[in-house]
């Protein structure tokens, strides 16, 4: 029986750490903007750097909505977790 990982505990977010929002799964960013304002402004008021990263997804005849979907949200979330700058990331809608 293998040994169970190590528990990974996260640095806290410190003063001025940037917060990234993504959305990956509902993706209401469109529909409910008043939300996710909030939540900017909030972070924002308090001295936290905030990136929203959202784009609609493209709509393409090259591939299945599904496919595009997923190549889309997928990249997003991969931008986050590259982002040197991003010391915490928030999934929202």
Do not use: W
């Not at 917060?19 to 402004?41: C, E, G, Y």
């Amino acid at each position: 029986m293998a040994s169970p990982s190590p528990v990974i505990v996260p640095q806290s977010l410190k003063p001025g750490g940037t917060i990234a929002f993504i959305s990956p799964s509902a993706r209401l960013n469109d529909q409910l903007p008043a939300p996710l304002s909030r939540s900017v402004k909030f972070f924002e008021s308090r001295g936290f750097p905030t990136k929203v990263i959202y784009s609609p997804v493209p709509t393409t005849s090259e591939e299945p909505k599904f496919l595009a979907k997923a190549r889309h949200v997928a990249n997003e979330v991969h931008t986050a977790f590259t982002d040197d700058s991003v010391t915490c990331i928030v999934s929202a809608l």
